[in-house]
């Protein structure tokens, strides 16, 4: 982090320097008082220096911004990828850091449809994760790339990297940030401290809510508590546990009430406490009491407090002043050697390295949501999967089922963006024997009864016909289909699972969805994140390309070139893991040698790319925005599915079968995506109607 001098808030404003309230907003109540200072700001190139128009906090930031890292008022600052000539970001981030995007994984999970986003970087302010789901955040802008600066002294005040060079939690609303380009949004951040006491991660919330700031701020100091709690535990391994308490006389306000943690390896020296354990022993430092023997740090030796029996715990120990606090000691679990690096390997270490453990390597999104929804199966709690198309939707229900209690029953599949409207109801609910044209003499099942006690999976619910929303809520609330041409309802016992890549609240809102529908269907969701946004993606990506080695049964191992791992690391994967499917196995069937180079990558990912020499990749590593570029600056979700679905059909010439192919889906939902996007192909042209 480079070293800014902190200055102290001016709240004196002199007579002679401060906005003054302009043009409509004069004289009004509620007058907005950041925009009219910011405005001044802007006019003036200097920050206010009274507390009566921005809070001294942002007077501070702005201050800092002009004097100290010579920003302009008033334009819009877009960040830098910091990553000019390091290894690829995913291989440079500490195993801490790497943890905590795990942690902020589930915590988004949380977060559910909160619309707003959630963001770590490391302690520098570089971007390493960046979750947008529920504001659906352009995931072109600039700022949500990995590897993207937030540091202050690069694009303004935000609550990140104010909290990242200010070493404590941050928050600013709309247009109290210095860069015109965040106006839309209110942002906070909170440092993460490691068992050393410093600061490993910085955590943050951006919403579209411009007065949220300190709401965020409130959130993300219970959620800084989990991820600190978790990051110790996951780090410090054989050795003891020192839990300590204030005692009541010690602690009257209860600020100390969850207890602090000292963590003491089997020599004595100290090598963890908690923040709260920081603060009943008074460390000053970061870094303070880390490596100094427990007894001189907190007056009683480690023998002494091993032999405590159990009912005699209470040690007095020494730290904020007179107060007493009690010591239990816990032999801390000793972590196995090779686990603990298997899941730091791939962080700190070299892509060699990383490529090295992929044999090693797990899952955790699949597995995490795998574990979650097989709970929510066995209590019959409807499953929502959401996620861009090609995450594995599809793939965690077959999985789902293959390790469910409903492993022997079946498993039907239907996507209700590929069956003819006239069709779908036939094919869900079935018909009797004649009753229409064309109808089969003997009749049909139908899908509900077909997954009869088994799993019924409705794919593309989005895309269902709204009077067809209205009866499949009726069979869903009822447990009984009745089949076209009977009047005779049959009872079926299904465990529903449905999927979508679109925005289901947001069609709930435009009124394309039916409310109730949605509420039937989201008993619990499960969202599986694009691949550009997994802090794992390299793994993941060396775990795909085993599997296909494996399919096509090469006899030599392949690898790929280091270079080719940096496009990987920066490629936005609009198809996600069906595209780097086809990628990975494309390269595999063409590569001439055994280190797979940039020039056996498949033609049109590298259109994709829009790179077609060394030089132009390594301008877009540093920082070209290629969306920017193109004027693209605001791409959501299904703006990423459509450039997947144009360029499938532009490399494949407009050959719907073969770019269908290439998309791992049925021609039919190609069309049915073509038709969604405006995309028509005359075999040669593939444009936006
Ligand atoms: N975790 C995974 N491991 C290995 N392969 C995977 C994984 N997830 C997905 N795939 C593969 O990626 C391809 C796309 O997956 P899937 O069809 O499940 O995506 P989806 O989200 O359902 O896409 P869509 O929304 O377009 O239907 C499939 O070939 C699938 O086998």
Request: proline share 5%.
């Amino acid at each position: 982090m480079s070293e800014i001098a902190v200055r102290k808030p001016v709240l004196e404003r002199p007579q002679s320097s401060g906005p003054r309230p302009c043009g409509e907003d004069a004289g009004l109540h509620g007058v907005d008082r950041p925009g009219v200072a910011w405005d001044w700001m802007r006019q003036t190139g200097q920050a206010p220096s009274g507390a009566d128009w921005v809070r001294p906090q942002v007077a501070e930031a702005w201050a800092r911004c002009i004097d100290e890292h010579a920003l302009t008022p008033g334009v819009e600052l877009a960040p830098r990828l910091r990553e000019a000539d390091a290894p690829a970001m995913e291989a440079t981030i500490s195993p801490a850091a790497a943890h905590l995007a795990e942690a902020a994984y589930d915590l988004r999970a949380l977060l559910g449809d909160a619309e707003v986003a959630l963001l770590l970087t490391d302690p520098d302010a570089t971007l390493i994760q960046f979750f947008d789901h529920g504001l659906e955040m352009s995931a072109g802008w600039p700022m949500t790339r990995v590897g993207a600066d937030w540091s202050e002294a690069a694009i303004g005040n935000t609550g990140v990297g104010a909290a990242c060079l200010l070493r404590e939690p941050a928050a600013f609303d709309g247009k109290e940030h210095f860069n015109r380009a965040l106006h839309r949004f209110a942002t906070a951040g909170c440092p993460i401290l490691g068992p050393d006491g410093r600061i490993c991660a910085i955590i943050g919330l951006i919403s579209a809510r411009r007065d949220s700031a300190r709401l965020m701020l409130g959130c993300l100091k219970i959620a800084r508590r989990v991820m600190e709690a978790s990051l110790f535990e996951h780090l410090v391994s054989d050795g003891y546990l020192l839990r300590l308490r204030a005692s009541a006389f010690g602690d009257p306000g209860g600020r100390y009430a969850a207890g602090g943690r000292v963590f003491v390896a089997a020599d004595g020296r100290i090598q963890g406490v908690d923040r709260i354990g920081r603060e009943l022993l008074e460390a000053a430092a970061a870094g303070a009491l880390i490596g100094e023997d427990v007894g001189a740090a907190i007056g009683v030796e480690l023998s002494a407090l091993k032999a405590a029996s159990d009912d005699a715990r209470a040690v007095p120990v020494k730290g904020r002043g007179a107060r007493l606090l009690i010591a239990d000691v816990h032999r801390a679990p000793r972590r196995d050697a090779s686990s603990a690096a298997a899941s730091s390997a791939g962080c700190g270490a070299e892509l060699a390295e990383l490529r090295a453990c992929d044999a090693e390597w797990r899952d955790g999104v699949l597995e995490t949501a795998l574990r979650k929804a097989s709970g929510l199966q066995e209590r019959n709690i409807p499953i929502l999967i959401t996620g861009e198309s090609g995450v594995g939707k599809d793939h965690l229900v077959r999985r789902l089922h293959a390790i469910g209690p409903r492993k022997d029953r079946p498993l039907v599949a239907i996507n209700c963006a590929a069956i003819p409207r006239e069709l779908i109801e036939s094919e869900l609910f079935g018909y009797e024997g004649g009753s229409f044209t064309g109808a089969r003499a003997k009749g049909k099942p139908g899908k509900f009864v077909e997954a009869d006690k088994g799993i019924l999976f409705l794919d593309e619910i989005g895309d269902m016909a709204a009077d067809l929303q209205a009866t499949l809520l009726r069979v869903l609330d009822s447990s009984e289909v009745v089949p076209i041409g009977s009047s005779k309802p049959i009872r079926v016992d299904v465990r529903v699972v449905a999927a979508t890549n679109r925005s289901l609240p947001e069609m709930v809102q435009k009124g394309t969805f039916r409310r109730d529908l949605y509420y039937r269907l989201n008993g619990v969701q499960l969202w599986l994140p694009p691949l550009r946004e997994r802090p794992d993606r390299l793994r993941l990506l060396a775990h795909l390309f085993r599997i296909e080695q494996e399919q096509l049964g090469v006899a030599e191992a392949h690898s790929f070139a280091d270079e080719v791992w940096r496009v990987f690391l920066q490629h936005p994967w609009p198809g996600n893991i069906r595209e780097a499917r086809n990628v990975l196995r494309s390269s595999i069937a063409v590569a001439r040698e055994r280190i797979i180079r940039i020039e056996d990558l498949p033609v049109d990912f590298m259109q994709e790319l829009n790179v077609d020499s060394r030089r132009q990749l390594d301008a877009s590593l540093l920082g070209e925005h290629r969306l920017e570029e193109s004027g693209e600056t605001s791409l959501d979700l299904s703006d990423w599915e459509a450039r997947a679905v144009r360029f499938a059909l532009a490399s494949s010439n407009g050959n719907i079968a073969k770019a269908a192919r290439s998309l791992g889906i049925t021609r039919a939902t190609l069309y049915h995506k073509m038709a969604r996007y405006g995309l028509q192909s005359d075999r040669r042209i593939i444009s936006k109607r």
